[in-house]
């Protein structure tokens, strides 16, 4: 048995629930799976075709599912009803993924196919496919002469219709998880820790080339963490990590059935 609340692909959500759909970025609509005559499957609403307008949908994003597996981070490509897991080794190392017995599929990357219950650290990346579209409609680009001046927190959240979102969350389908807003700044993998209405983001550097993140503009913060106030237009990839708090919990379970 699969792990049920897997999944992967793009994904609605629509009155609080979930959906498989098909989705182009900035298209107006989003697709749901048609079945026998005609009506997509799920039905959200007994009013909706299948091309279902983006600005119903609370939430629009693709799902890949990454984890930990001795130790090194591998992408979970598939999910099979046997309990078992195919992986790609997602740190791009030939020399461990030869000795872990992952098989070389094409060009630097390494397969392997693997029990679920040996996977730690299950976690989303949920790619925000209406970033872009919620951004332009709410936000004005950078003038020259105008640095960006919001961004923190200051005595409320800096938080702008729903994003970012932060914190341990209940989600659709009960899902539960520790969520950490991100994205891409000069390059650079960032936390968002805030954004404000004059388009001002608080970020924080995640990687470990301290010297490279000062000379862009990175400061060390009390608490010691590498932060810049940045425009809302300086950013790519928007994504969402979320960190499945119920996946030890079904690993235990499944591993107690065996005993």
């Known amino acids: ?73 591998v992408m979970v490509d598939a999910a099979h009803d046997n309990g078992t897991v195919r992986v790609l080794d997602a740190e791009w190392d030939q020399e461990w993924a030869t000795i872990n017995g992952f098989v070389q599929e094409a060009a630097y990357e390494y397969y392997k196919t693997v029990d679920l219950r040996d996977l730690r650290g299950y976690s989303e990346r949920q790619n925000d ?16 002469g105008f640095p960006p001046q919001g961004g923190w927190p ?15 969350l209940e989600t659709e389908g009960g899902r539960i998880a520790e969520v950490t807003t991100c994205a891409e700044y000069l390059g650079y993998s960032c936390e968002v820790a ?27 913060d009390d608490d010691l963490r590498w932060a810049k106030t940045v425009h809302i237009y300086d950013l790519a990839r928007y994504h969402e990590v979320h960190r499945d708090l119920l996946f030890d919990q079904w690993r235990e379970s499944r591993d107690s059935l065996t005993r």
């Open 194 to 220: 805030g954004i404000t209405l004059d388009g001002s983001v608080g970020v924080y550097y995640l990687g470990s080339d301290f010297e490279r993140a000062e000379a862009d503009g990175f400061e060390c």
């Open 154 to 168: 200051n005595g409320q959240a800096a938080v702008v219709a729903g994003r970012p979102r932060k914190g341990v």
């Open 129 to 144: 496919l209406l970033f872009t579209r919620w951004r332009a409609a709410r936000f004005a680009r950078p003038v020259d």
């Open 1 to 73: 048995m699969t792990y049920p609340l897997y999944r992967s692909g793009t994904i609605a959500v629509v009155d609080g629930a979930s959906y498989p759909v098909s989705y182009s970025p900035g298209d107006n609509y989003v697709h749901f799976p048609q079945a026998d005559g005609g009506r997509p499957t799920p039905h959200p609403r007994g009013e909706l075709s299948g091309a279902v307008p983006v600005e119903m949908c609370e939430r629009v994003f693709s799902v890949q599912v990454y984890a930990s597996y001795r130790d090194h981070r």
